[in-house]
């Protein structure tokens, strides 16, 4: 299928994502779905050390990220905890505006383990309890939105901690196709509002972001921010929001063959465009403390812009 597109339109324009661009997005639609994997082994690359990743490896990552926003790498680095593992993945995929967030490691990785004291105990992350659907840096300002994440394992838990994942793109069609006016409350800058964070000292740490759940950005590209957390989040009061809402979480509820389940082991890691993921409670012993560096870039990942 030809998927160029007219260039003496804007990036605006001529996005699929845009509802006036309804030729667009048919196109695309098609395109996107033609032979979409459907099983989380279709995602999976196995590769040597990431540090020396071969171009051919780099290649069937590439391929699969643009065709679903994401992939899986099995790599021979085993628990080795050094955190060039993960970024020389990243450095390949051309993206550096890692977001540094408060809690973050002086490398600017976080390191996702169980925390029992200090700051960081109070965070979902740092614990060992499930963590409902969303997409990474929702509550981030709109300037310092997240576009690509890469988690790599260094070990992982006794028991537990899956993550389901899907691709932001795939859910955008799921609810245009059965009511593109849902689609419009999503995109209204109302939407959504993350209420502020307070310190201990009960000052603002993080002020309120309001915003929409989809948005095109400058390359054409789909953004997505959303979270399925009751608390802490606050949506738009009218019918076709809290429709689209309710619709929204029952897909991520459903059965559908479009989500992929699995668990990363040592060594393994995941890396993807702006995609909606959870966490399932787990368990750790002596053997098995689970320990996961994220990393969040600001950037969406070289050479898987839709517009080409």
């Not at 071969?54 to 699969?64: G, N, V, Y």
């Not at 614990?127 to 969303?134: G, M």
């Not at 994942?165 to 993350?194: F, K």
């Not at 368990?283 to 994220?294: A, N, W």
């Amino acid at each position: 299928m030809n998927m160029n597109f007219s260039l003496s339109r804007s990036n605006l324009e001529r996005s699929p994502f845009n509802l006036s661009n309804r030729e667009g997005y048919l196109a695309w639609r098609d395109h996107k779905l033609d032979s979409y994997p459907t099983r989380l082994e279709e995602l999976v690359v196995e590769i040597g050390d990431p540090r020396e990743l071969k171009e051919s490896q780099f290649q069937a990552l590439q391929q699969r990220c643009r065709k679903a926003n994401m992939a899986i790498y099995i790599g021979t680095t085993g628990q080795d905890p050094d955190p060039e593992i993960p970024l020389s993945i990243s450095r390949r995929f051309g993206v550096c505006g890692l977001n540094h967030n408060w809690l973050a490691d002086e490398t600017g990785l976080t390191s996702l383990r169980v925390v029992n004291d200090g700051t960081r105990q109070h965070y979902i992350p740092y614990t060992n309890r499930a963590i409902k659907w969303h997409t990474d840096g929702y509550y981030n300002a709109p300037e310092r939105q997240i576009h690509s994440l890469l988690l790599h394992c260094v070990q992982s838990a006794a028991s537990g901690g899956e993550n389901a994942l899907m691709d932001h793109e795939i859910v955008y069609i799921l609810l245009r196709d059965e009511n593109p006016e849902w689609i419009q409350a999503l995109m209204r800058p109302e939407a959504m509002t993350i209420p502020p964070r307070m310190d201990g000292q009960g000052e603002v740490a993080r002020k309120t972001e309001t915003g929409p759940v989809f948005s095109i950005t400058p390359t054409g590209d789909l953004h997505m921010r959303y979270s399925m957390r009751a608390r802490n989040v606050v949506w738009a009061d009218d019918p076709l929001t809290l429709q689209a809402r309710a619709r929204l979480q029952q897909l991520l509820e459903s059965p559908l063959p479009y989500i992929y389940r699995g668990r990363l082991e040592p060594g393994m890691g995941l890396i993807g465009n702006n995609l909606l993921h959870d966490r399932s409670a787990f368990d750790d012993d002596d053997q098995h403390e689970r320990h996961l560096y994220r990393a969040r870039y600001f950037e969406r990942l070289a050479g898987t812009n839709v517009l080409i």
